[in-house]
């Protein structure tokens, strides 16, 4: 049989490096599906439960990778899935490559069955190219510029393919004429380093200022070793934006851990102590938690010249690779000989990880989800892959997981969409079958996505090397972090009506699959049902009972945030437990360890 264009598209995406593509089936992509199976599993159709998780997991294998992920949809109904999924790859700056089937061209612009307007719908999400093919000589160049434009813009791309189209016969090398396109294969990331001047106007601020606080985002992941030195030189403190979590282990003494709402207070203070701020690869937008304008000088690097200067009026920025240009930059510092910024920065440090675990030890009903947490973060093993959905769990991801060196975690940094965590976690076990992951969700986005999405792993998980396959849900009965949302910025009660999910039983459910389901909500009994996971033979659902009444306290709780909280209190169901909680966990910040 002739060499079709549909099976031309997956040969050349392999030789792109592309081996695994995730997607979900449909008649504007049914010559792709007989060209997979042409494939013979180079590259492999991965089936999912809905499109959007393909598309979280491509973004998924993005993050877990560093390669292009790509996805797969058909026309009208499953493209318009996608979306979600690729707008969270966007936001969070990952390569990703959506190939969508379209209606036959014969057809179109007749206001026919699963007729969008493809283009129009993805002109935002996937912006820098987006392009639908009507050609099989196009189709080369469409695949290439698909791929290298993602690559290197880090972002997302598409391409739209006619059902009819992708059957006919390939053209795999444009004729030699006017008005073709020949492309080829292949990107490397190029290194970025700016002028030595500005390097030394960087290094002139930083010299001269006394007490330096650095903050990594993902833009530093592969610097690690550039940062510490960085740090080290500069005698400064390191906090980390959420997407920059495994960017430095947090075992460190002068690494304060996770930034903003969801961060810590050794980072509250080490950006509002500081009369330097020095930003790498991280575009953390919320400026309360950044130093005041004017109070300290600022240097931001990274790589993609949009990003810099638009969270903090820098002095110097530095538009270059993390790792490079902090290469650069090193030999131009001279190290801080008096140290007392960063002895006030450990000591700061060492204090919250003392409160954190007392605050994890305090009682609740039935179970305090920071301890589950806290208990995981001992048994981390080596290597593992977390995920954590938006809702309280990011919250706990953020701050109670001691991130050791080798470890990766991701979440929804940008779009914080709800929806990830488990698709995130199956794209790191297809990646990475040796290495144990954990997805962290709450049981709002394991009702939303994850459950469904657990038969995928059902489908898949016996051909992974290593079984260790967990996900803890948070069982609380509540979209718990709008619950808290609600209170603490609106000053309203909790709204029953929005916020209590139906009850469910997440352990019996994945017995049902089955996996291991173990459902705790005695405290004492966390810390074996960890270990219980752990040495599990096969999937397990982690159903932990945990009380929506502990706050997920923001670092720095301002005075108005507090009375707003307080005059929500009044009305709310559960009043007296609300107040028992919050007071004491309050008081454990202020009197740590009494
Ligand atoms: C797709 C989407 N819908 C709604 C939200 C708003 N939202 C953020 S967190 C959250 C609650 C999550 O609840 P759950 O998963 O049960 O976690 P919990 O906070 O209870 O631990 C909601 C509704 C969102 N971020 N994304
Ligand atoms: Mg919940």
Redesign the pocket.
Known sequence: MAKLVADYVLQRLTKWGVHRIYGYPGDGINAFLGAFDRADGDPEFVQVRHEEMAAFMACGHAKFTGEAGVCIATSGPGAIHLL?GLYDAKLDHQPVVAIVGQQARTSLGGNYQQEVDLETLFKDVAHEYVHMATQPAQMRHLVDRAMRIALDQRTVTCIIVPNDLAGEKAVETPPHEHGTVHSGIGYSRPRVVPFEADLERAAAVLNESRKVAMLVGQGAKGAADEVLETAETLGAGVAKALLGKDVLPDDLPFVTGSIGLLGTKASWDLMMGCDAFLMVGSSFPYSEFLPEEGQARGVQIDVDGRMVGIRYPMDVNLVGDAKETLRALLPKLERKEDRSWREEIEKGVSEWWELIEHRAQLPADPLN?QRVFSELSKRLPDGAILTA?????ANWYARNLKFRRGMMGSLSGTL????PGVPYAIAAKFAHPQRPVFAL??????Q?NGMNELLTVAKYWERWGDPRFVVLV?H?D??????WEQRAMEGDPKYEASQV?PDFPYARYAELLGFLGIRVDDPDEVGPAWDEALSADRPVVFEAL?D?EVPPLPPHITLKEAKAFMSSVPGEPDRGAVVKQSFRQKLEELLPGR
């Open positions: 979600n989800p959905d938006s809702g309280s769990a914080a969409t709800m929806g969700v709450g049981d709002g986005a394991f939303m948070l609380n509540d979209l718990n972090q709008v619950t999910l945990t929506p």
